[in-house]
Each structure stands twice: as structure tokens, then as C-alpha cells.
């Protein structure tokens, strides 16, 4: 499986990005869950929101009511999209898409990061 994100930028404090994530490969049937984290300068990565194969979705707090994830499947490729509204100074940094396997397909997989920066 292989994951290509997109959609990072600087931004003013209040506007809104959407990063999409398309993952693509023999075995992204075998996705299960696929998600945002984020990676603060000096921060560890946290989790952000994720999306599981049935379209349920979970988000940290810092994101509830800004955040919204979402994905679609078009043949082999599993697009994960999260709309970023709202966005504040601490939502500054690092976002990297993951996709964690159904049990059986291997472990989990990550994409490259994109940074995203908000400015106050």
C-alpha cells in the first residue's frame, strides 16, 4: 500500500484547508482504518481523526466541530479527505496520513508528511 498526501499551506488563523490522502496498491481492500495525525514542533504525533472501512468516524478534541473526515473509494485507490475549518495557530504542523490493516494484511502504513501552518 502506498499513501500520497496532498493539500498542506499556510493559512491565516480562521480559514480552512482540506488535505487529502489516496492510497493505492493490490491490498488497499485490506484497509481498515485510515486517519490524520498531527506532529507539533516538539510534540509528539497524535492522532487527529480517522475512518474505518465503515465510514465511522473518530476525532481528538482539538478537532471536533472543525474537523471533518471523510473518503471514498474509486477502484483500487482509498481517498481519505479531512476539511480543516476554523483553523487556529495550534493546529501548526506536520500531518501525516496512516492506513492500518485488517488483521492478517500486515501492520499499518504511513504517508509523508505535509505541513500545514497557520499564521496569526
Known amino acids: 500500500v502506498q499513501l500520497q498526501a496532498s493539500g498542506g499551506g499556510l493559512v491565516q488563523g480562521g480559514g480552512s484547508l482540506r488535505l487529502s490522502c489516496a492510497a493505492s496498491?493490490?491490498?488497499?481492500?485490506?484497509?481498515?482504518?485510515m486517519g490524520w495525525y498531527r506532529q507539533a514542533p516538539g510534540k509528539q504525533r497524535e492522532v487527529i481523526a480517522t475512518?474505518?472501512?465503515?465510514?465511522?468516524?473518530?476525532?481528538a478534541d482539538s478537532a471536533k466541530g472543525r474537523f471533518t473526515i471523510s473518503r471514498d473509494v474509486v477502484k483500487n485507490t482509498v481517498t481519505v479527505h479531512m476539511d480543516m475549518y476554523s483553523l487556529k495557530v495550534e493546529d501548526t504542523g506536520v500531518y501525516y496520513c496512516n492506513a492500518r490493516m485488517m488483521t492478517g494484511w500486515g501492520s499499518q502504513y504511513w504517508g509523508q508528511g505535509t505541513l500545514v501552518t497557520v499564521s496569526s
Open positions: 496498491g493490490q491490498q488497499t481492500f485490506a484497509i481498515h482504518v
Open positions: 475512518i474505518n472501512s465503515g465510514g465511522h468516524t473518530t476525532y
